[in-house]
């Protein structure tokens, strides 16, 4: 699924290799391994030994945690250009989560070993991933801030932000975000029932904040989105 062409743009957008020239992503390309994935296959399960980074090349992921209940909770769906999985040399040593993938897909990965040699080869590489765990960190504790401090709200306009930050475009609807989103997939990453999601969308339709139909979601009042997304309990 993946053409040489499209395998080098994915690469050289990937953050921690924003600074190699294209020679230097051309050299590393070999070294990612492509994969293919049928909608709702797993790709790895949380728990298992964090050996492979990898990178959606072409159509869609989630990232899924299963609660002490048993139920599945989508933590994430990435686009192509996201990166997903652990390494040790990022400070993990197993999968905090499953990848899942939502649609057909290319992924692209690479070893631990490879990346070590990556690593080695460009001290730029080091550099922009210390960086890069660091902001994943600081999300993380953005995340578990927000789920105690912030009412249902803003975590839903946070939410609706970040996924249009990531895949908006703009439409006569407004900025939509440009991936099959319904009130389940909301109420699953945020960890709230889908009837409180439920309300929660109507009551911002209502107020002019977003339109929406079938699995789609436009926001038609950024700054009173962004406004409500800071918002404190």
């Not at 797993?42 to 002490?68: C, M, N, Q, S």
């Not at 999601?197 to 989105?225: M, P, V």
Request: hydrophobic content about 45%; proline content about 4%.
């Amino acid at each position: 699924m993946c053409t040489i062409d499209l395998r080098l743009e994915i690469l050289h957008g990937l953050p921690f290799f924003a600074g190699l020239s294209h020679e230097d992503v051309a050299a590393i390309n070999p070294l990612f391994r492509e994969f293919g994935f049928e909608a709702g296959a797993p790709i790895y399960f949380a728990g298992d030994t964090a050996e492979r980074l990898y990178v959606v090349a072409a159509g869609k992921v989630k990232l899924l945690r299963h609660a002490l209940s048993g139920q599945e909770r989508v933590l994430d769906l990435l686009l192509p250009g996201d990166f997903f999985g652990a390494l040790p040399v990022m400070g993990e040593t197993t999968y905090p989560d499953t990848a899942q993938a939502h649609t057909t897909c290319c992924v692209l990965s690479v070893s631990a070993q490879d990346f070590q040699t990556i690593l080695q080869r460009y001290p730029a590489v080091s550099i922009a991933l210390l960086e890069i765990v660091s902001d994943r960190l600081h999300a993380a504790r953005e995340m578990l801030h927000q789920a105690g401090a912030a009412p249902v709200e803003s975590r839903v306009a946070s939410l609706l932000l970040r996924l249009a930050e990531r895949a908006g475009d703009e439409r006569s609807e407004g900025w939509l975000i440009q991936m099959p989103l319904g009130r389940q997939d909301i109420a699953d990453m945020l960890g709230i029932t889908v009837e409180t999601a439920s309300r929660t969308l109507s009551q911002f339709r209502k107020d002019g904040l977003i339109r929406s139909g079938r699995r789609w979601i436009a926001i038609a009042d950024r700054e009173r989105i962004a406004a409500l997304a800071k918002q404190e309990a």
